[in-house]
């Protein structure tokens, strides 16, 4: 079954740092772009991040650019998403997804990330 | 304020049709592929369509998509209670150089 599973989430003060991690099983993760996208507390998608299969390659939303950073093992079929200078406008469910087409096809479950004091 | 434009919300009884439109520009459905996803209130979102108008297994038929230059539109026919969700649609953006969505389109069957 292909599965990702988020982990990391939690409450951190404005201006900390989290890593948030996706662990991928289920299909050949080394092959495949990933990215995460975050939803606010009742708001919409926003993508936030993409890291093609090698990690030569990544693009940012605009908003957390200099702040937040992508990165993979692929020895370990895993997906981070490591964010510093945290701000509450940042809190929202943060999900990893797998590439496919224009975007993405399979999503994990979602960690939530609440940045507040 | 999304890249995509898409109304906040549609209605439909029971069986009827229903479409919900996704516009953009040349940079993102001009010159890409359109996603949509289907998100049930408390779960994470489902790929619906990809590749404009492609259906990955396991999703019904009730469902298509269709793209005309710079516009997408998702179709729903035969509408179920069950089909009550938010729907996203989604791209590449060359311009930005980022994935955008558009702000979600909210589904209530009657």
């Known amino acids: 079954e292909v599965q990702l599973v988020e982990s990391g989430g939690g409450l951190v003060q404005p201006g900390g740092s989290l890593r948030l991690s996706c662990a991928a099983s289920?299909?050949?993760?080394?092959?495949?772009?990933m990215n995460w996208v975050r939803q606010a507390p009742g708001k919409g998608l926003e993508w936030v991040a993409n890291?093609?299969?090698?990690?030569?390659?990544?693009y940012y939303v605009d908003s957390v650019k200099g702040r937040f950073t992508i990165s993979r093992d692929n020895a370990k079929n895993s997906l981070y998403l490591q964010m510093n200078s945290l701000r509450a406008e940042d809190t929202a469910v943060y999900y990893c997804?797998?590439?496919?087409?224009?975007?993405?096809?399979?999503w994990g479950q979602g960690t939530m990330v609440t940045v507040s004091s | 304020q999304s890249v995509l434009t898409q109304p906040p919300s549609v209605s439909a009884a029971p069986g009827q049709k229903v479409t919900i439109s996704c516009s953009g520009s040349?940079?993102?459905?001009?010159?890409?592929?359109v996603c949509w996803y289907q998100q049930l209130p408390g779960t994470a979102p489902k790929l619906l369509i990809y590749?404009?108008?492609k259906r990955p297994s396991g999703i019904p038929d009730r469902f298509s998509g269709s793209k005309s230059g710079t516009s997408a539109t998702l179709g729903i026919t035969g509408l179920q209670t069950g089909d009550e969700a938010d729907y996203y649609c989604?791209?590449?953006?060359?311009?930005?150089?980022?994935?955008?969505f558009g702000g979600g389109t909210k589904l209530t069957v009657l």
């Open positions: 890291i093609n299969q090698d990690g030569s390659d990544k």
């Open positions: 040349s940079s993102n459905i001009g010159n890409h592929y």
């Open positions: 989604g791209t590449w953006d060359n311009s930005l150089s980022a994935g955008v």
């Open positions: 289920g299909f050949t993760f080394s092959s495949s772009w």
């Open positions: 590749d404009n108008n």
């Open positions: 997804a797998r590439g496919f087409s224009s975007l993405a096809d399979i």
